[in-house]
DNA sequence: CGGAAAGTTGACGCGGGTCAAGGAATGTGG
DNA sequence: CCACATTCCTTGACCCGCGTCAACTTTCCG
């Protein structure tokens, strides 16, 4: 807290959007190499955040957007009687804190899952590069949109259905989410807890707990602890929307 | 259908976001007259759309904002096994169509709960103005952040709350709206059937109809048809969030 | 007026929440 | 290195809120 804040140190200093590897899923997207180093000028990026502290908390003012280098992040909302819904999980190259967007001031809070690291992109530089630079509107453009595509699709989960639906959904959207990022889709640490999981699929921890049970028992699955292994992504697939009802 | 594009009658002439009794809520909030009639010159405001019809459809090209203007809209996700998810409901003023953004493709429709007008922002038109009045680059910021955070507040509600309690939110929100728009905040007419209720609140219609029922019961509402009176607000706004059960 | 859509009400049953108890892993201080 | 606490996870038993099904009424609309 009391260090400079000037300090840089060889890491930081070799840490550029031009070698980040992180290029193709980020705001770089589509730019050339001119624009990536004026956007490159703006870019904050801060020391790491331990796991469990906060990115920001809700009703901090804050005009910064944010985008993950490395490591994870929660979002959530707390309500006065104090529980919480978890309302996003961010992985390296997602954007996060469009949230303050309305007032200025977030509506929900973030905290780091494990030890991470961010680019901070402050509100009012962003405006002005993204005057110059089209395509990086665009691709911010781009990115809201799917934040809000995201955020109707969890509205759908939650809205219409089953547990086991919403695990697969769950799972399968990890998988997806892992293998851009040149992971394996099949085989993955989890790096949220169960207690997490469930409050974001809108279940009880009990329930998540039965579900990896039984999808393990089903050989979809092999779980341990946090390691996930896919054993059949297809029949997983299968299982996010179900047979239909009626109608 | 087959009418001549061009025509304009007096109606449509007379209509401009310097005259328009939405303005304090809608785009034009916190510009000054030059600036308003900058925008204005780029909105395009078209026929009515008759109730039932769809503003746009679900993976439709589209490069274009819209804001209602009078009316009312849905918007709602549909799955391959048929059936629906509604995301949202619209009202004079709200912002509509961000859902294009990630890839100039949308991705839920949106249909007129009654005939309805809009006022069309074509998006590099929109950009364009947005460079030269960074006033309404902020205001269409804050519109998109307030859509966000409206969002997360409905994961938190189907994520956590009971029937009750989604309801009672549902109808306390109804009611600021109402109010911001110079209605009365206890007296309105449901622009939306039981089912649309029951679906975007994660409920089946039964549920709805006889959470109403009890509500008329407890005289917290008088509801006749789609006409609502709300007789004790403040007990409403009480059920919105229970007593906390644990922690 | 007739048929369809929308809304209401009752009976019933199940998915998943809640409670309780215990195990496994990790952290903490001596 | 161990004792102990704490957090995380699992499993079983129970039960209740709300979905489902069915029957009926009311309203809407051509």
Do not use: W
Not at 160 to 188: H, T
Request: with cysteine; proline share 4%.
């Amino acid at each position: 807290m009391s260090a400079p804040r000037q300090s840089l140190d060889i890491q930081t200093i070799k840490i550029s959007c031009e070698l980040c590897s992180l290029a193709e899923l980020c705001l770089p997207r589509g730019l050339n190499e001119a624009e990536v180093r004026e956007l490159d000028e703006i870019v904050k990026r801060g020391r790491p955040i331990q796991r469990g502290k906060h990115l920001y908390r809700m009703s901090d003012q804050d005009h910064s957007l944010y985008l993950v280098r490395t490591g994870s992040f929660k979002s959530y909302l707390s309500t006065d009687d104090g529980d919480e819904q978890v309302v996003g999980f961010h992985l390296p190259g997602e954007l996060v804190g469009l949230d303050a967007f309305e007032t200025g001031r977030h509506t929900c809070s973030t905290m780091a899952m494990e030890t991470s690291t961010v680019c901070e992109l402050p509100g009012e530089k962003l405006n002005h590069v993204c005057r110059s630079v089209p395509g990086l509107h665009n691709q911010l453009q781009s990115l809201i949109g799917k934040e809000i595509s995201a955020d109707h699709s969890m509205l759908l989960l939650l809205g219409k259905k089953s547990a086991e639906e919403r695990l697969a959904s769950f799972l399968v959207s990890l998988s997806r989410r892992f293998s851009e990022r040149s992971f394996s889709p099949v085989e993955f640490n989890l790096c949220m807890s169960r207690q997490d999981i469930g409050n974001y699929l809108g279940l009880a921890v009990e329930t998540i707990s039965r579900l990896f049970a039984r999808f393990q028992e089903d050989n979809l699955l092999a779980v341990d602890r946090r390691l996930i292994k896919i054993k059949d992504l297809p029949r997983l697939k299968s299982l996010v929307s179900r047979p239909t009802k009626k109608d």
